[in-house]
């Protein structure tokens, strides 16, 4: 092990031999090491606080603090100024490379920070990635044209996984619930629609569909961990519903089975405006509103810088029930 500087080779041999407890909560401040070293470089009080953006009072207060926690007096004071004790000169060359150091970590960790806030991963739900994202997306790229982006769309239980596993920084949701290890806020709202085929029956109904039908009918849905079928099966549980007909794992296989006569469906009417207003596809009136919000999710303490931005975005642009016409 080397020698302390500043200790003579006795007092090395006596400091080096014996076994100290290191209590991190009676560390020095940091704060006070860099005033400390700022008084031996510049050679007064006051100069040295203005080095390092501290109120004199405050620099006063710091330094009688750590000689309180050291146990020894660092500063002669006099009329004419204070000056360094022979022991705190010691004290002030140790934490030179302290300081250093600690100066070294904030340097490295903002340069991490700054290339992590260059890429940014999101996941969304499918509706969504169909629905909202385009828009949201092309607004942060006006803002942030140099912000490298990837998206991942997948189901909302997936997008949650993907968020709680750090693989994504941000997310976006249509399920009915989120885990209660991720924070989440609104950004949209939606709601569901039994849509058909022009030639099924429902087609041509004027009385809105009741619950209870939509519960005895086998129906085309989306996978398991869908935020569509999941708010489907909430709204349907206390109606024991009969098993799907068709499982499928997007909006657009949903879509075109059910224009080719496999059966109704329940989708987000975002997901199905376009097919409406085209006449392939036909809204059916339904008796309860399954209305139904959009969040976004992310771990806490770790929001991204520019998923913060694109929250905001979310929100101003934030398109509610739109209806097919």
Same mark, same amino acid.
């Given at each position: ?36 070293? &700022? ?21 006063? !207060? #710091? ?17 004419? *100024?204070?000056?360094?004790? =022979? ?12 300081? @250093?150091?600690?100066? #070294? ?25 169909? @629905? ?26 997936? %997008? ?25 806020? =609104? %950004? ?18 004027? !009385? ?20 569509? !079928? #999941? ?10 519903? %009969? &098993? ?31 097919? &409406?207003?085209?006449? *392939? ?11 139904? !919000?959009?969040?976004? %999710?992310?771990?806490? *303490? ?24």
């Amino acid at each position: 092990m080397s020698s302390v500087p500043g200790l003579r080779p006795r007092q090395n041999a006596q400091f080096l031999s014996t076994s100290y407890h290191c209590d991190m909560a009676q560390l020095p401040d940091l704060s006070a090491l860099a005033l400390l070293c &700022a008084i031996a470089e510049h050679g007064s009080v006051s100069r040295a606080a203005a080095s390092i953006g501290m109120a004199q009072p405050n620099a006063s !207060r #710091t330094l009688r603090r750590l000689e309180a926690d050291l146990g020894f007096r660092l500063l002669d004071r006099g009329p004419r *100024g204070s000056t360094l004790t =022979e022991e705190g000169a010691m004290v002030a060359d140790w934490s030179s490379d302290v300081v @250093a150091a600690a100066r #070294t970590l904030q340097t490295a960790a903002l340069a991490l920070r700054e290339s992590q806030q260059s890429h940014l991963t999101v996941a969304a739900s499918k509706t969504v990635a169909e @629905a909202f994202l385009p828009r949201w997306l092309a607004a942060l790229r006006a803002e942030r044209p140099q912000l490298e982006l990837h998206l991942a769309a997948q189901n909302s239980e997936e %997008v949650q996984d993907a968020v709680e596993s750090g693989s994504a920084d941000l997310g976006f949701v249509e399920s009915p619930s989120v885990r209660r290890e991720l924070r989440s806020t =609104e %950004v949209a709202r939606d709601r569901l629609v039994v849509i058909v085929a022009p030639q099924h029956p429902w087609a041509r109904r004027r !009385r809105p569909l009741t619950d209870a039908e939509l519960a005895r009918t086998p129906l085309v849905v989306r996978e398991p961990g869908s935020g569509t !079928r #999941t708010t489907l099966e909430s709204a349907l549980a206390h109606l024991d519903p %009969v &098993a799907p007909t068709l499982e499928l794992d997007s909006n657009a296989a949903v879509r075109i089975s059910v224009a080719s006569g496999a059966g109704p469906a329940v989708l987000s009417e975002l997901a199905v405006a376009d097919a &409406a207003r085209a006449g *392939g596809l036909v809204v059916v009136p339904t008796e309860t509103e399954f209305a139904r !919000r959009m969040r976004a %999710v992310w771990l806490p *303490g770790s929001v991204h810088d520019a998923a913060e931005l694109l929250i905001g975005i979310a929100r101003r642009t934030c398109v509610t029930h739109v209806r097919p016409v």
